[in-house]
Structure formats: C-alpha cells, structure tokens
C-alpha cells in the first residue's frame, strides 16, 4: 500500500525559504519518478515539479521555476522541494506523489495530507 508523508511546511514572510520533504513506503522508491503538486485555497490543485528516479532529469512549472529545486534521496525514501523567494500566492497544501517520468500521472489516487504553506505579505 502506497503512503506518502508530505512535511516541512509553515508560515513563512515574503522573500523567506520553506524545504519540504515527502517520505514514502510502500512502493519501490529507487525507480520511481516523483513530483510535486499544490492546492492553493478554493482552486484546484496544480503541478508544479517532478523528478526522475536518478535525479538526473526534472521539471519546474513557470510559475516556480528559479525558486524552487526539487531533489531526493533514494538511500532514505525521501523526495525534498527547496523553495527560496517565496511570495504570498505560493500559499497552498503542497502534495507529493508518483509521476510518469516528468509527467503528472493520471491514475495516481494515494494523496497524502499534504502539508500546508502559508507566505505572509
């Protein structure tokens, strides 16, 4: 049974950093491709990174792009998202999950809780 475990976030001034980690079990971590997604309040969640099993290869949406890094370690089962510069409409549960290599997966359902981020003006 696939769990997920998103934590790390906070509240958090403009212009400060929040790192993320997401923990995981139940799958086998090593070849898996991972990403991260966010629910800011009242709309729909969006995706926002992802990373393949290696590390050598990922992706940022425009609106994260230079701010954020994702990285992991496969040793420990741990995916990580860096954010630096935040800004107030970064505000949103952050989720991690399964990808299709840089791609959202669309059959993908074992979300987590998700941890929440909340940047103050």
């Known amino acids: 049974q696939v769990q997920l475990v998103e934590s790390g976030g906070g509240l958090v001034q403009a212009g400060g950093s929040l790192r993320l980690s997401c923990t995981a079990s139940?799958?086998?971590?090593?070849?898996?491709?991972m990403g991260w997604f966010r629910q800011p309040p009242g709309k729909e969640r969006e995706f926002i990174a992802a990373i393949n099993w290696s590390g050598d290869f990922t992706y940022y949406a425009d609106s994260v792009k230079g701010r954020f890094t994702i990285s992991r370690a496969n040793a420990k089962n741990t995916m990580y998202l860096q954010m630096n510069s935040l800004k107030p409409e970064d505000t949103a549960v952050y989720y991690c999950?399964?990808?299709?290599?840089?791609?959202?997966?669309?059959?993908?359902?074992?979300w987590g809780q998700g941890t929440q981020v909340t940047v103050s003006s």
């Open positions: 139940g799958i086998i971590f090593i070849i898996t491709a």
């Open positions: 999950a399964e990808t299709e290599g840089l791609r959202p997966r669309a059959d993908f359902g074992a």
